[in-house]
C-alpha cells in the first residue's frame, strides 16, 4: 500500500491532515473536523509499510524509530507538496500522523492578520514569540512574518526547524533553512551554530528546553530579530513559562533580560469561517512599552492583559475584541465568537446589545 495515494487525495480534498492508524479506517482532518473515509480498515503490516516508505530515504531514521517509537521528519512527494509527517507506535502498533504543508507561502495580507503583525515583522533586534496550541498556524504566521522580510529588506535569515515546513526562495534576503536531526543535532546546537553564520534574523520552530530559551534571549539581546514559537496560550503565560523555565536564583535576571529584549508576543488560534470555506486566526497581540517592561520586570506578567485592553494605540489587541471584530465583519459566527470568547460573560452582553444572531447582522450590513 503507497503512502502517495492517501497524501495525494488528501491534498485534493484541502485536508489539513492524515491519520493512519493500524485497526482504524483512513481518516483525514478538514476544517477542524476529522472525517473518516470510506476505505477498508488498516491492517498493521500495511501502516508498517507505508512507515518504511516514509522512512527508508531518510538515513538511520528507520533505526531510530525502531529504538524510540516515535520520530518527526519532513516528506514530499514531487508535484503534490510537503508533509510533516510523524510515526509512532500505540498499543504495540503503528501510527502516522501527516501534516499537509502548503507549498505557497502566504502573505500577512492573505492571512488577514492584523497590520500590527506587518510592523513587528519589521523590527530589527529583540524577541518576537507566536504561540498558541499545536495546529493552531503558528508556524503559517512565521512563515508570512519572514516572506515580508524577505521581500521589503536584505538581510540573512536562519531558520531552525523540525522539519521544515515551508520552503522559502531568496528575493532580497539569503535564507538559509536548516532541519533539526538532518543538517544539525539539536536546536542548542544549531542556535549557538546560527549565532557565528552571520545572521540578522534568526527562525527557531519551538523554543522546547530551558538550553534553547537560554540562548535565544541571549541572541535577541545582541543586536539580532529572534523569531520562535511556544505551546501557551496567552501572553501571560508565556512570559511565565519562560520565567518557570529557570532555577528560582536565576529567574530575576532572565526577567530584566526578557523585558529588556522582548518586542511583541502574537497568541492565535483557528476558527472556522462562518461560510464553511476554511479556517482564520484569530489573534492575542502584546507589544512592548515601558509599561508592559516594568510588569515583566516586577513579576506582575498576571496583569499584562488589562495592559493589552488598553494597549490599542500601540497596535494591541485582545483575543476577545480581535473575535468580536471578525463577528463585527461576518466572518465567524456567533457561535464561534462565545464558544471561543475570554469573557464570556461580556460578548454576551454585547451580543444582546447588538440583537446579537448572524440574521440580525447581516441585516443590519444590508442596509449600510
Same mark, same amino acid.
Not at 531510530?64 to 498499543?91: H, M, P, T
Not at 498558541?132 to 519572514?146: C, E, Q, R, W
Not at 520565567?243 to 529588556?260: G, K, V
Not at 518586542?263 to 482564520?280: A, E, F, M, T, Y
Given at each position: 500500500?503507497?503512502?502517495?495515494?492517501?497524501?495525494?487525495?488528501?491534498?485534493?480534498?484541502?485536508?489539513?491532515?492524515?491519520?493512519?492508524?493500524?485497526?482504524?479506517?483512513?481518516?483525514?482532518?478538514?476544517?477542524?473536523?476529522?472525517?473518516?473515509?470510506?476505505?477498508?480498515?488498516?491492517?498493521?503490516?500495511?501502516?508498517?509499510?507505508?512507515?518504511?516508505?516514509?522512512?527508508?530515504?531518510?538515513?538511520?531514521?528507520?533505526?531510530?524509530?525502531?529504538?524510540?517509537?516515535?520520530?518527526?521528519?519532513?516528506?514530499?512527494?514531487?508535484?503534490?507538496?510537503?508533509?510533516?509527517?510523524?510515526?509512532?507506535?500505540?498499543?504495540?502498533?503503528?501510527?502516522?500522523?501527516?501534516?499537509?504543508?502548503?507549498?505557497?507561502?502566504?502573505?500577512?495580507?492573505?492571512?488577514?492578520?492584523?497590520?500590527?503583525?506587518?510592523?513587528?515583522?519589521?523590527?530589527?533586534?529583540?524577541?518576537?514569540?507566536?504561540?498558541?496550541?499545536?495546529?493552531?498556524?503558528?508556524?503559517?504566521?512565521?512563515?508570512?512574518?519572514?516572506?515580508?522580510?524577505?521581500?521589503?529588506?536584505?538581510?540573512?535569515?536562519?531558520?531552525?526547524?523540525?522539519?521544515?515546513?515551508?520552503?522559502?526562495?531568496?528575493?532580497?534576503?539569503?535564507?538559509?533553512?536548516?532541519?533539526?536531526?538532518?543538517?544539525?543535532?539539536?536546536?542548542?546546537?544549531?542556535?549557538?551554530?546560527?549565532?557565528?553564520?552571520?545572521?540578522?534574523?534568526?527562525?527557531?520552530?519551538?523554543?522546547?528546553?530551558?538550553?534553547?530559551?537560554?540562548?535565544?534571549?541571549?541572541?535577541?539581546?545582541?543586536?539580532?530579530?529572534?523569531?520562535?514559537?511556544?505551546?501557551?496560550?496567552?501572553?501571560?503565560?508565556?512570559?511565565?513559562?519562560?520565567?518557570?523555565?529557570?532555577?528560582?536564583?536565576?529567574?530575576?535576571?532572565?526577567?530584566?533580560?526578557?523585558?529588556?529584549?522582548?518586542?511583541?508576543?502574537?497568541?492565535?488560534?483557528?476558527?472556522?469561517?462562518?461560510?464553511?470555506?476554511?479556517? =482564520?486566526? $484569530?489573534? @492575542?497581540? #502584546?507589544?512592548? %512599552? *515601558?509599561?508592559?517592561?516594568?510588569? /515583566?520586570? &516586577?513579576?506582575?506578567?498576571?496583569?499584562?492583559?488589562?495592559?493589552?485592553?488598553?494597549?490599542?494605540?500601540?497596535?494591541?489587541?485582545?483575543?476577545?475584541?480581535?473575535?468580536?471584530?471578525?463577528?463585527?465583519?461576518? =466572518?465567524? $459566527?456567533? @457561535?464561534? #465568537?462565545?464558544? %471561543? *470568547?475570554?469573557?464570556?460573560?461580556? /460578548?454576551? &452582553?454585547?451580543?444582546?446589545?447588538?440583537?446579537?444572531?448572524?440574521?440580525?447582522?447581516?441585516?443590519?450590513?444590508?442596509?449600510?
Amino acid at each position: 500500500m503507497n503512502i502517495n495515494t492517501f497524501l495525494a487525495n488528501a491534498v485534493k480534498k484541502k485536508a489539513s491532515d492524515v491519520h493512519l492508524v493500524t485497526g482504524v479506517v483512513p481518516v483525514i482532518r478538514y476544517n477542524q473536523r476529522l472525517v473518516f473515509l470510506d476505505l477498508p480498515v488498516l491492517k498493521s503490516e500495511e501502516v508498517m509499510a507505508m512507515a518504511r516508505q516514509v522512512l527508508d530515504g531518510h538515513g538511520d531514521k528507520l533505526k531510530v524509530f525502531e529504538q524510540k517509537g516515535e520520530i518527526d521528519l519532513s516528506y514530499r512527494i514531487a508535484d503534490i507538496g510537503y508533509f510533516r509527517i510523524n510515526c509512532y507506535r500505540q498499543r504495540g502498533v503503528i501510527g502516522i500522523a501527516a501534516r499537509i504543508i502548503n507549498n505557497a507561502i502566504p502573505t500577512i495580507d492573505a492571512l488577514e492578520l492584523p497590520e500590527i503583525i506587518k510592523h513587528l515583522a519589521r523590527q530589527n533586534k529583540g524577541l518576537i514569540l507566536v504561540t498558541g496550541p499545536t495546529g493552531s498556524g503558528k508556524s503559517t504566521t512565521l512563515a508570512a512574518m519572514i516572506e515580508q522580510i524577505n521581500r521589503e529588506k536584505a538581510c540573512h535569515i536562519v531558520t531552525l526547524e523540525d522539519p521544515i515546513e515551508y520552503n522559502h526562495e531568496n528575493h532580497k534576503c539569503i535564507i538559509t533553512q536548516r532541519e533539526i536531526g538532518r543538517d544539525s543535532n539539536s536546536f542548542p546546537e544549531a542556535l549557538r551554530a546560527a549565532l557565528r553564520q552571520d545572521p540578522d534574523v534568526i527562525m527557531i520552530g519551538e523554543m522546547r528546553d530551558l538550553e534553547t530559551i537560554s540562548i535565544a534571549i541571549t541572541a535577541a539581546e545582541t543586536g539580532h530579530l529572534v523569531m520562535a514559537t511556544l505551546h501557551t496560550i496567552n501572553a501571560a503565560q508565556t512570559i511565565e513559562r519562560i520565567i518557570d523555565s529557570f532555577q528560582p536564583t536565576h529567574q530575576q535576571q532572565i526577567r530584566i533580560q526578557l523585558a529588556n529584549t522582548l518586542v511583541g508576543i502574537i497568541s492565535q488560534r483557528l476558527i472556522l469561517r462562518k461560510d464553511d470555506s476554511g479556517l =482564520i486566526a $484569530t489573534i @492575542e497581540c #502584546l507589544t512592548s %512599552n *515601558a509599561a508592559v517592561r516594568n510588569l /515583566i520586570r &516586577e513579576g506582575k506578567a498576571h496583569q499584562l492583559y488589562s495592559v493589552i485592553e488598553t494597549g490599542s494605540r500601540y497596535g494591541m489587541i485582545t483575543m476577545d475584541k480581535h473575535l468580536q471584530s471578525l463577528y463585527d465583519n461576518g =466572518i465567524i $459566527t456567533s @457561535e464561534a #465568537l462565545k464558544e %471561543n *470568547a475570554n469573557d464570556l460573560e461580556r /460578548i454576551n &452582553e454585547y451580543l444582546e446589545r447588538n440583537n446579537g444572531s448572524d440574521s440580525q447582522l447581516n441585516k443590519k450590513k444590508s442596509l449600510k
